[in-house]
């Protein structure tokens, strides 16, 4: 999780950053240094991002973004090669990304 913000003299306050990244790796050890690995991932941000053009208030309506729009989805299933304790190859052929934008405004802006 992370957020930034900046201001200057001439400008208001505003988000430069904000993420929130979820994930989970799952292995089943067999004693080899080969084992299946499977990995969750979900990134999005909390709170909404705004276009800023200069010297007007932001409203709610010029939002660029906000929670789960968009939202990214990572899973895959593959190997992973641990030989050391400091080394590791991770190699997920089968993967999907998926792409969510929960907030109907910005389904359409742009679009007409």
């Known amino acids: 999780m992370g957020y930034g913000m900046v201001s200057d003299r001439k400008e208001?306050?505003?988000k430069t950053e904000d993420y929130l990244n979820v994930s989970s790796d799952y292995g089943?050890?067999?004693?080899?240094?080969?084992?299946?690995?499977y990995r969750f991932q979900f990134l999005s941000?909390?709170?909404?991002?705004y276009y800023y053009s200069s010297g007007k208030k932001v409203k709610f309506e010029d939002r660029i973004?906000?929670?789960?729009?968009?939202g990214y989805l990572?899973?895959?299933l593959g190997v992973l090669y641990n030989p050391k304790e400091?080394?590791?190859v991770i190699l997920r052929p089968i993967n999907a990304k998926l792409t969510f934008v929960l907030d109907k405004h910005l389904q359409r802006k742009n679009t007409d």
Do not use: K, T
């Not at 973004?65 to 968009?70: E, K, L, V």
């Open 28 to 37: 089943y050890d067999f004693g080899e240094p080969v084992l299946p690995f």
């Open 86 to 88: 400091n080394f590791q």
């Open 45 to 49: 941000q909390f709170s909404p991002g």
């Open 12 to 14: 208001r306050l505003r």
């Open 74 to 76: 990572n899973v895959g």
């Open 65 to 70: 973004s906000r929670f789960i729009a968009p």
